[in-house]
């Protein structure tokens, strides 16, 4: 049994995360942690320092300016830490660096295991169609609240290409501003924003007569809250270090 701490647990997504976790007979929620009170059924606490239930990991899927009091957190506890969180600082990135050095870190551009399989295939493909002569395009679309772009998803797919391949290409997200013809080791990458859209990716490799595209549509937040609670039982007992999804998967 994965005994978990839920830090934001009031929120959309801690919400979500609870409610998987309560039909899984494999884990639990030990406690949450929300700034927000709530009558959950399990305890929880508006401060987390409050907080010393009894737990093998913390999921944390809150607000960038949390993290690193969670992170504080963890290593005081020696408890692995799931975060899920996005939009953080360098420095808050440096803290993670740094406390993998004691405990185990789990972080993850996109907890889906869908986009999180489509990297691995990358990593393993895109080498030959590169090679072959394929462009590599890449498009992301989300709804009209995001502010950044591109989304993290994005750059990790470019990334899982780049680095198969010596970190070679360099990334274009504007051919607005000159005119001149695309270069072979740029990997375009390109956003779109409107309406209620998840989250949606495409991979284009497009070569002489001939186009293979990779697609990953999410439909619902939930796909992201399933893989925060397989990464929070893979995470149980693991020695210190950094870890990701693609941990979880090179295990499922």
């Known amino acids: 049994m994965t005994k978990i701490i839920m830090h ?18 494999d884990c639990e929620i030990a406690a949450g942690v929300d700034i927000a009170e ?17 737990a093998d990991v913390i999921i944390d ?12 957190y963890a290593l005081e506890r020696k408890l692995p830490v799931i975060i899920c ?16 050095e004691e405990i185990p870190v789990f972080r993850s551009a996109n907890m889906s295991i869908g986009i999180n399989l489509i990297c691995s295939i990358l990593k393993k493909y895109a080498p030959v169609l590169s090679e072959a002569g394929f462009d590599i395009e890449i498009l992301e679309k989300h709804h009209n609240l995001k502010l950044d772009a591109p989304s993290g998803t994005a750059i990790l797919l470019a990334d899982s290409i780049n680095e198969s391949m010596g970190d070679k ?20 990458i ?18 002489r007569n001939e186009v293979i595209e990779f697609n990953h549509s999410a439909h ?13 039982k893979f995470m149980k007992n693991k020695p210190k270090g950094k870890y990701d999804m693609q941990s979880v998967m090179s295990e499922l």
């Open 61 to 72: 899927f809150s607000t960038a300016s949390a993290v690193p009091g969670v992170i504080k």
């Open 169 to 188: 290409f360099n990334y274009v997200y504007d051919r607005s501003s000159y005119r001149k013809q695309r270069n072979e080791k740029e990997i375009g």
């Open 8 to 25: 934001g647990c009031n929120g959309h997504m801690g919400k979500v995360i609870c409610d998987i976790v309560s039909k899984d007979k």
């Open 85 to 100: 969180t996005t939009g953080l600082s360098g420095e808050t990135l440096e803290l993670l660096d740094k406390a993998s």
């Open 38 to 54: 709530s009558n959950a059924p399990f305890p929880t606490f508006t401060n987390i320092n409050d907080c010393r239930v009894e």
């Open 220 to 232: 619902s937040k939930d796909v992201f809250a399933v893989g925060a609670v397989k990464a929070a």
């Open 190 to 207: 390109s956003a779109m924003r409107g309406g209620t859209i998840v989250g949606e990716h495409t991979v284009m490799f497009a070569g």
